[in-house]
Nanobody, 120 residues
Framework: QVQLVESGGGLVQAGGSLRLSCAAS????????MGWYRQAPGKQRELVAA???????NYADSVKGRFTISRDNAKNTVYLHMNSLKPEDTAVYYC??????????????WGQGTQVTVSS
């Protein structure tokens, strides 16, 4: 079993910054891609940013230039640095990881979500 624990959400004014963290623990052999998704009220969950084990990154167009994803493989932790926040960034942010629990068993694990609210 794998657990993802997120932290760092909160309330911030437009133009402000936040940093989200997500630490993976449990039966981990290795971790492939890690990422952040978000879901706003009445909308579908969408990919915000993802990072491979080698450090390659991918961003949603709406956050390019404002958000930066990074990871610490030694700590099984992924971060999302969010700058120049806008009210439309308000959502519940979920951490996701593709985890090998053995050398051949791959699962996709989700965190519980952390609320980010940006006031105008």
């Amino acid at each position: 079993q794998v657990q993802l624990v997120e932290s760092g959400g909160g309330l911030v004014q437009a133009g402000g910054s936040l940093r989200l963290s997500c630490a993976a623990s449990g039966s981990i052999f290795s971790i492939n891609a890690m990422g952040w998704y978000r879901q706003a009220p009445g909308k579908q969950r969408e990919l915000v940013a993802a990072i491979t084990s080698g450090g390659s990154t991918n961003y949603a167009d709406s956050v390019k230039g404002r958000f930066t994803i990074s990871r610490d493989n030694a700590k099984n932790t992924v971060y999302l640095h969010m700058n120049s926040l806008k009210p439309e960034d308000t959502a519940v942010y979920y951490c996701n990881a593709e985890v090998f629990t053995t050398w051949y068993e791959l699962i996709k694990s989700w965190g519980q979500g952390t609320q980010v609210t940006v006031s105008s």
